[in-house]
């Protein structure tokens, strides 16, 4: 069974500072997403990686993928309150019975003035 | 890019009485649509997958006959929360294809 683990679950960071976002999963995949959630709201697709060394880039935020590591991670520059949202990574997984994403806890960012 | 509509956005029932929720691919085609529900300071935790012309494939635990689910076309999938009872009261989101992209969700609230 396929297990996701972010961490920290809770951060709480000053604007201006940087810090990462950690997603650690037990079973190899084909893909991996890490998606942004404001209270209240659906999911808002942040990046998507599909092979080991990718990284991608939007605005203050970057993502990075190790399949051999089972690891990515989710690095936040220069941050700003406007980043304040529960940030979730989740795993693709090829199944018998077709593709499923399992999703990590969740990491409750808050970014203060 | 890939959209997924999903409607309605907030329903409120009595207990006792069935909810449908619909969720579209409006510009693609999806042979496969998900669908999860997130309590709240949760997770999203999945609850089937919906195949287009077949049967749904649950999740352990989750009650097929309680959680119907239909995905007549390869552009529609509709989840019914059959007698709804306070502790269905969720946020339930659907997702289309392997794209990754989700539905705006649907918040129900049983009284």
């Known amino acids: 069974e396929l297990k996701v683990e972010q961490n920290p679950l809770f951060l709480s960071m000053q604007e201006g500072k940087n810090y990462t976002i950690y997603c650690n999963y037990s079973?190899?995949?084909?893909?991996l997403y890490w998606y942004r959630q404001d209270p209240g709201k659906s999911l808002e697709s942040l990046f998507v990686?599909?092979?080991?060394?990718a990284v991608k880039q939007e605005g203050r935020l970057m993502a990075s993928l190790d399949t051999k590591a089972r690891l990515s991670t989710l690095h936040i520059t220069a941050a700003v309150h406007d980043l304040s949202a529960t940030y979730f990574c989740a795993v693709m997984m090829k199944e018998t019975s077709g593709s499923r994403l399992t999703f990590g806890e969740g990491t409750q960012l808050t970014v203060n003035p | 890019g890939a959209v997924v509509s999903q409607h309605p956005s907030r329903v409120i029932c009595k207990s006792g009485t069935s909810v449908k929720i619909e969720c579209r691919s409006l510009?693609?085609?999806?042979?496969?649509m998900f669908w999860y529900r997130q309590f709240p300071k949760q997770s999203l935790m999945l609850m089937a997958t919906?195949?287009?012309?077949?049967?749904?494939?649950?999740e352990q635990g989750v009650e097929k006959d309680k959680f119907l689910i239909n995905h007549a076309s390869l552009t529609l999938s509709t989840l019914t929360v059959t007698s709804a009872h306070p502790e269905d009261s969720s946020f339930y989101i659907c997702?289309?294809?392997?794209?990754?992209?989700f539905g705006s969700g649907t918040r129900l609230t049983v009284v």
């Open positions: 510009d693609f085609q999806a042979t496969t």
């Open positions: 079973t190899t995949s084909d893909r």
């Open positions: 997702s289309a294809g392997r794209q990754g992209v």
């Open positions: 919906s195949n287009e012309g077949s049967k749904a494939t649950y």
């Open positions: 990686l599909l092979s080991n060394g």
